[in-house]
């Protein structure tokens, strides 16, 4: 499924009417059906409900809902946010109809919309028609004087398109924004549900095409949300007359005396995910602990400096390097200046796929190039603002525009990681990740996604499909662990143990006739 921004979904109406002859008023209707069917949902024996309408077409939807749901028998307050004359001509239209059948708007300037702001607390159900997609400014005056009104009662919120104050494209907050339990957009998924503010304020979320022909919502944007059936599609089929060396040969560089699990997490997952053959390379009580731990993983052992991969075992591991077909490099190897020297070192003669995680990526962000060869850079956050020499806070300001930034900088896939992961690369749309849940935010998370990856390059997935595939595979088998383990509190070893099921659901969901 597509993503479209705030203009993208203008020009997908205006040609909806334009080429198919869908009228505003219809998509309008439309629209506010399929809100009411949520207020049916939340409601199913009736109740109160207000319903606040903003001046334009989002208000224009919320006269729908206040007609149908009091045609339904429920009671409805409709407190507009605006003076009559203000409105647009659509909107004033469905105002209009939504009068003639009984509905009896109270705006802005009336006495009782503030005695009934006072009194929202008593309602059953709000649903938020103030603002749409277009939304750019702060808000001010009615609008923000209805938003604090939302958020003051505690009632259960319904947003009609997008939480009002909330920026479509960026997530980001306009001052103030409703705090919805849930969203009704249309036509397709919009930025601000996987970024920001707004991936909090949206709650739960759906999306209804509203009648838009299939043919304009199939056309691609610049980014797409992930689905089962793309992944399964992609995912590497294991034949039957294949062997070991058929099915992968990964290398993982990885560990540190400090950070020894760091490397058995890599290990595990990679060998969960499908892995032929799985070497780790690193220092002598790395390699003890994974010898310990996952006993079918090979070793290479690595001569170390004070604890890290010293500079001298890039002679060691060049020596081996054409034996895999992809590499994890970073996860727990810190970046002491042995490491960077090391890096530096292989990474000038480098020329299999790699994946370049966690200290990996620290050491690019000091200065060491990266390899000439396919990569694909699986930050955080924090490694993504040391990468792009920014702060957090810009770098989550607007996710989308940061992978485009890093993708036009290194000229490489770029995975960053976080809710709805997103991944980039020249060229291509950016792929959302729908799988996953807050336990994630764990230590060694990323340790296991690294391993899936790099196990799906080396099973000759290109790394922008390795990457899409890998962080929707990561993200099921965390779904499997909140549901059977707890939603908070499985380890990332759970995790990776839990792939090969994961795996299972995503190709089985898809083979359903």
């Known amino acids: 499924m597509w993503i479209a921004t705030a203009e993208q979904s203008k020009t997908i109406d205006r040609r909806a009417s334009e080429e198919f002859g869908l009228p505003a008023k219809v998509l309008m209707e439309r629209a506010g059906l399929a809100v009411f069917d949520v207020v049916k949902e939340m409601l199913p024996n009736g109740g109160r409900v207000t319903i606040y309408c903003g001046k334009g077409n989002n208000g224009g939807d919320g006269f729908v809902v206040a007609r149908v749901a009091r045609d339904h028998g429920y009671q409805v307050d409709c407190l507009v946010a605006a003076e009559e004359g203000d409105l647009t001509p659509d909107a004033a239209e469905q105002l209009r109809i939504a009068v003639a059948q009984g509905v009896s708007p109270i705006f802005y300037s009336d006495p009782r919309w503030a005695r009934k702001a006072e009194c929202l607390g008593c309602r059953d159900l709000i649903v938020d028609a103030l603002l749409g997609t277009g939304a750019r400014c702060e808000v001010r005056g009615p609008i923000k004087d209805a938003i604090q009104a939302i958020n003051k009662s505690g ?141 079918e993983a090979m070793l290479l052992p690595l001569p170390e400096n004070d604890g890290v991969i010293s500079a001298d075992a890039a002679r060691v591991l060049l020596q081996h390097k054409t034996k895999y077909h992809a590499t994890l490099f970073g996860p727990g190897m810190t970046h002491d200046q042995p490491v960077l020297e090391f890096l530096e070192k292989v990474w000038q003669e480098w020329t299999q796929p790699c994946v370049v995680d966690a200290d990996a990526l620290n050491a690019v962000s000091k200065g060491v190039r990266l390899p000439r060869a396919e990569c694909v850079l699986t930050p955080h956050p924090g490694e993504m603002s040391r990468l792009l020499q920014l702060s957090i806070a810009e770098i989550q300001s607007d996710r989308f525009r940061t992978v485009s930034h890093a993708v036009q900088k290194f000229k490489q896939c770029v995975l960053l990681k976080g809710p709805y992961t997103i991944v980039g690369e020249p060229g291509q749309p950016m792929l959302v990740n729908c799988t996953g849940n807050p336990g994630l935010a764990s230590g060694g998370m990323g340790d296991v996604l690294g391993g899936v990856i790099t196990t799906l390059l080396a099973q000759d997935l290109p790394g922008y499909y390795a990457a899409g595939c890998g962080m929707f595979w990561h993200g099921t088998a965390a779904d499997l662990c909140a549901g059977e383990i707890g939603c908070i509190g499985y380890k990332a070893s759970e995790v990776a143990d839990a792939l090969p099921k994961a795996r299972a659901r995503i190709v089985s969901a898809c083979n359903v006739d």
């Open 155 to 295: 009632v259960p919120a319904i947003a009609v398109d997008v939480p009002s104050g909330i920026h479509c494209d960026t997530g980001e907050e306009l001052g103030e924004s409703v705090w919805a339990l849930r969203t009704v957009t249309f036509g397709l998924p919009k930025p601000y549900l996987f970024e920001g503010i707004g991936l909090e304020h949206s709650g739960y979320w759906t999306v209804h095409h509203i009648g838009i022909p299939n043919v304009l919502l199939n056309e691609p944007t610049t980014a797409r949300l992930l689905e089962g059936e793309w992944v399964s599609n992609l995912l590497p089929e294991r034949l039957r007359a294949s062997h070991k060396g058929d099915n992968g040969s990964i290398l993982i560089v990885a560990g540190s005396n400090r950070m020894r699990g760091a490397a058995t997490l890599a290990a595990k997952a990679a060998l969960r995910s499908g892995a032929g053959l799985v070497t780790v390379a690193g220092i002598a009580s790395v390699c003890e602990a994974v010898a310990a731990n996952v006993p």
